[in-house]
């Protein structure tokens, strides 16, 4: 009987990537939601292989934190110096003498890969019970790449690298993509032949295909369906290539489930973010990492979501949010800026120049203009007026503002943390409150107003308002007696 489907994931990272220039590991390069590592390992998930070995080299403790953060169950084996790609494997091995059955090899700089091409590619070699199977491709540039080389039956008979092939070689398009199925017990037994004979002086795993062969093994190509899929990533050029290709892959995957996407190539959607049905999403919009955007909401133009929740038939215009949750049809900016843990209830409002932060906005209440929202509890239906701000940082610590049901409080008011203004309660435009306004009392700080009559005539004379002032007298004796009615 045939084992059930024992298999071993392998991703190569130890490279640098000199050419990224960055002191960041490749393989940590971000796209779209996940780095260059995470994808690949998300192509490889649905196999439900066994176990995963990671090989790290460059930059290992932070390749290992990361692991740590998005798999935690892969195993992180150090290749101290990077002797080739063969060698990576063969070390990754020989950490899991355990394993049986089908080793899956994945470079570790491939974000396209999907996973059913790797599902496919299993599938192929398991079907054919190859010693070896590697995915291939026909590009349009294959420059430095390793070229799949056929005999006269058109088999594989060897993988060369392209500074290792010969001219004729070199005018192959047809590639090896650096992902492979092999046969583990097969596998480690050539691993144990490979030769360091080459331009490079390296172990490549590619040779492993022409001794298996010349073994009398059956060795296999699997060609993908898309070369897209197989592109890697050397440069930060190729990188924005890379990046491109999957928002366009990603957009036109939402679009194809009903989501309106209005200019997808200023629509840059994390793989991690979920959009549902009639969601409109207006030009110059990023949604990133753990965002959900509902049914019929609408975001954008020019905002930036992350992490953030929309709810159903909500509206975000010009936003900039970063772990907020907007309820089903709240309204938000145009210019405005959610911060953690802002909170907005059904049909809530926030409007421009408005910026919220660890704060409940209550079903229905608004804040329409210009305020700060900071630690506060804003009860359903309250009205908070333009300008007002909740004074929350005393310089040493932060502290929580209560508004009540209904409440309103009028424009440019200062709440002065920690208070509460009770259900229903008012506040007087222009007030500083400091202590708590019972429910349905009236609030208010200001200084009574005085006019003192013909301060400007007196204080400034010769200026233009002197003059209007005096105007204005003039007009009013004149015009006394016959003044208009009902204003
Ligand atoms: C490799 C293949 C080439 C293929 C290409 C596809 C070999 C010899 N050649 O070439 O046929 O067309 O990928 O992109 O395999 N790595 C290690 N340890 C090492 C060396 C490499 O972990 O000692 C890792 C790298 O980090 C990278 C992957 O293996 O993720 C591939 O290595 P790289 O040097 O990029 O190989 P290529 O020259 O691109
Ligand atoms: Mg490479």
Request: charged letters at 20%; aromatic letters at 4%; one cysteine or more.
């Amino acid at each position: 009987m045939s084992q059930p489907h024992l298999r071993t994931v392998v991703v190569l990272a130890a490279g640098e990537g000199k050419r990224m220039k960055s002191s960041l590991p490749k393989v940590l390069h971000p796209l779209l939601g996940r780095t260059l590592l995470g994808h690949v390992l998300a192509a490889a998930a649905p196999l439900g292989a066994d176990r995963t070995v990671v090989v790290v080299g460059h930059g290992a403790d932070q390749v290992r934190g990361h692991l740590a953060e998005v798999a935690p169950e892969a195993v992180a084996v150090l290749q101290e110096r990077q002797l080739g790609t063969g060698h990576a494997v063969r070390i990754a091995l020989d950490a899991v003498p355990e394993a049986a059955g089908t080793v899956v090899v994945i470079n570790g700089d491939v974000p396209l890969l999907r996973p059913e091409t790797v599902d496919a590619l299993v599938s192929a070699h398991e079907g054919a019970g190859a010693a070896a199977t590697v995915l291939a491709a026909e590009v349009p540039d294959p420059t430095g790449l390793g070229r799949i080389v056929r005999d006269a039956e058109g088999r594989l008979a060897q993988i060369v690298e392209e500074r290792d092939a010969t001219a004729e070689q070199r005018a192959l398009r047809e590639i090896n993509a650096g992902i492979y199925a092999f046969d583990v017990a097969r596998l480690r037994e050539a691993l144990g032949k490979l030769s360091t004979d080459n331009d490079q002086g390296e172990e490549y795993l590619t040779d492993v295909f022409g001794l298996l062969r010349d073994a009398g093994e059956p060795v296999a190509v699997h060609c993908a369906a898309d070369h897209v899929e197989t592109l890697g990533c050397n440069d930060r050029v190729e990188l924005a290539a890379l990046r491109r290709l999957l928002r366009d892959r990603v957009n036109e995957g939402w679009m194809r489930t009903g989501v309106s996407i209005l200019d997808p190539h200023t629509t840059w959607i994390d793989v991690t973010v979920t959009v549902e049905r009639d969601a409109v999403i207006d030009q110059n919009t990023q949604l990133q990492g753990t965002t959900t955007v509902g049914a019929g909401a609408t975001v954008g133009p020019d905002s930036t979501l992350i992490d953030t929740t929309v709810g159903e038939g909500a509206s975000v215009v010009r936003t900039h949010a970063v772990g907020a949750e907007v309820g089903p049809r709240a309204t938000v900016g145009p210019f405005a800026y959610l911060r953690p843990a802002a909170k907005l209830a059904e049909r809530a409002k926030v409007g421009t120049f408005v910026e919220v932060k660890n704060s409940e906005v209550g079903a229905g209440a608004k804040v329409p203009h210009l305020s700060y929202v900071g630690d506060a509890t804003i009860g359903a239906k309250a009205n908070i007026g333009a300008a007002t701000i909740f004074v929350n940082y005393d310089g040493v610590k932060k502290h929580r503002t209560v508004v009540g049901e209904a409440a309103f409080i009028g424009c440019d008011t200062s709440l002065i943390a920690p208070v509460e203004v009770g259900p229903g309660a008012y506040v007087a435009a222009g007030s500083a409150i400091t202590q708590d306004v019972p429910p349905g009392a009236l609030g208010v700080t200001r200084a009574p107003q005085r006019s003192i009559d013909g301060w400007v005539a007196r204080k400034r004379a010769g200026t233009a308002s002197a003059e209007a002032a005096r105007r204005a007298a003039e007009g009013a004796s004149d015009g006394a007696g016959a003044a208009s009615e009902g204003d």
